[in-house]
């Protein structure tokens, strides 16, 4: 059983010249006692990912389910 379930995630911020992507197309399963390690330059959406995890912020394209609740 997975506990984060995440396809095709997008999230895109608005900026001067269109939208700026964060997260393109995002495929994610991390699995009950998995360790996931997220790594990434500066920019690369890790941060925009787990505020998106945590519920913080709104996905602008896809879907994510955690322990079970969307």
């Keep these: 059983m997975s506990l984060v379930e ?3 995630l997008f999230c ?6 269109g939208g700026v992507a964060a997260l393109q197309g995002l495929t994610l399963d991390v699995g009950e006692g ?3 390690v997220v790594l990434g330059p500066s920019g690369s959406g890790k941060t925009t990912l787990m505020r998106v ?3 913080f912020e709104r996905a602008s394209a896809g879907s994510i389910v955690v322990s079970g609740v969307e």
């Design 6 to 8: 995440a396809r095709d």
């Design 12 to 17: 895109v911020y608005p900026g001067a010249d």
């Design 34 to 36: 998995e360790i996931c």
């Design 53 to 55: 995890l945590a519920g």
